[in-house]
């Protein structure tokens, strides 16, 4: 194999992998485009990312249906999932204070 080969082999591997990469960066994109945050349906540790005060990202939130701690859900079912913790008994698009 010649250096000439072995260059256009690097190129071409890396070309593609590029190439994978940002479909998958659209593809992603894509889907959060389809997602919004629900806070207070996470079950204790499920959540996905940034529950508030004492965690750090997914996974660490504290309880169940936690008040500052959010799942990704389809566009448009977050206020008519339950939550145990919402006055209103369903996710809420922000976080909240957990009803008395």
């Known amino acids: 194999m ?25 593809s992603t994109a894509h889907a959060a485009d389809d997602m919004e945050k629900c806070f ?14 004492g965690t750090t990202c997914a996974g660490t939130s504290k309880t169940d249906f936690q008040t500052n701690a959010w799942k990704l859900v389809p566009k448009g079912t977050c206020i008519t999932t339950t939550s145990q913790t919402s006055a209103t008994g369903f996710g809420q698009l922000e976080a909240f204070q957990a009803k008395p």
């Open 2 to 26: 010649t250096a000439t080969t072995r260059t256009l082999s690097a190129t071409a591997l890396v070309l593609a992998l590029g190439s994978a990469l940002s479909m998958a960066a659209v």
């Open 40 to 53: 207070g349906i996470a079950l204790k540790g499920k959540n996905d990312c940034a529950a508030g005060a």
